[in-house]
């Protein structure tokens, strides 16, 4: 089993959308795409109670196959990470679970095996883990009531990229904001292996307006394909230079 290339949606995010299509519903379609759709809600330091917006969080988390939490903003650098992780880890059980499926039948996953056996596949799991590609598009709730957190998101960000270095796979990021000034959603930072430069980048961000996340989820899922495309006619370049020179 090979490692291969794991790709998220992480949404940060303190309320419910309101404006545009579905937000789990866009949030299935990735998934389906195989693009994992992570979500966290970030509550004020003095809410003693999770708003009823933020069940959206949980249900957006659900249709896209990732991971949801509810947290406080001086918590938020911790649950970050953990999130990631976890949603690897979730994403490669899904992906032996249904290799054993198709192995020993519909009527066998990770669960019905022996403890041993279970113990070996999951040490793969935690491999798979480490030297799979990541790939992450980070979406970053800008509206009025997020003003205040933009500073701890920044922070929780890239202490992400630093945990993450020290993984043996490829780990690749960018950062969009919504909603944007004249689309869904705005580039703040284009892909890249690591987080740093965001520093320079989120003292410019200004908040306000609605929160379109189901519009934000489906542009976000573009990313990849666009990225892929890039990659491509880069590919196709170096090919034809190499040509050429015979």
Not at 28 to 44: H, Y
Not at 121 to 144: C, K
Not at 166 to 183: H, L, M
Request: proline share 3%; aromatic share 4%; net charge negative.
């Amino acid at each position: 089993m090979k490692s291969g290339t794991l790709k998220q949606i992480l949404l940060l995010t303190d309320g419910c959308s309101n404006r545009g299509e579905d937000p789990s519903a866009v949030a299935s379609l990735a998934s389906q795409q195989g693009i994992t759709v992570n979500v966290i809600g970030i509550l004020e330091d003095d809410q003693t109670e999770s708003p009823d917006g933020l069940q959206e969080v949980e249900d957006i988390a659900l249709s896209g196959g990732g991971v949801s939490q509810i947290v406080y903003s001086e918590n938020l650098s911790q649950t970050v990470q953990m999130v990631t992780r976890q949603a690897m880890t979730q994403t490669l059980q899904g992906f032996v679970n249904k290799e054993l499926r198709q192995i020993l039948g519909d009527q066998q996953s990770m669960e019905d095996l022996d403890p041993e056996k279970r113990g070996e596949i999951m040490e793969v799991v935690e491999d798979l883990g480490e030297t799979s590609d990541l790939e992450v598009v980070v979406l970053v709730d800008t509206s009025a009531s997020m003003r205040d957190k933009l500073q701890t998101v920044k922070e929780a960000l890239m202490d992400l990229s630093i945990s993450l270095n020290s993984r043996v796979g490829r780990n690749r990021f960018c950062i969009y904001s919504f909603p944007g000034k004249r689309k869904d959603i705005d580039l703040i930072l284009d892909w890249s292996p690591k987080l740093d430069s965001i520093s320079s980048v989120f003292p410019k961000l200004s908040s306000g307006g609605i929160t379109p996340t189901g519009p934000a989820i489906r542009a976000a899922m573009y990313q990849f394909s666009k990225k892929n495309l890039l990659r491509g006619m880069r590919h196709e370049d170096e090919y034809g230079i190499e040509e050429s020179g015979y």
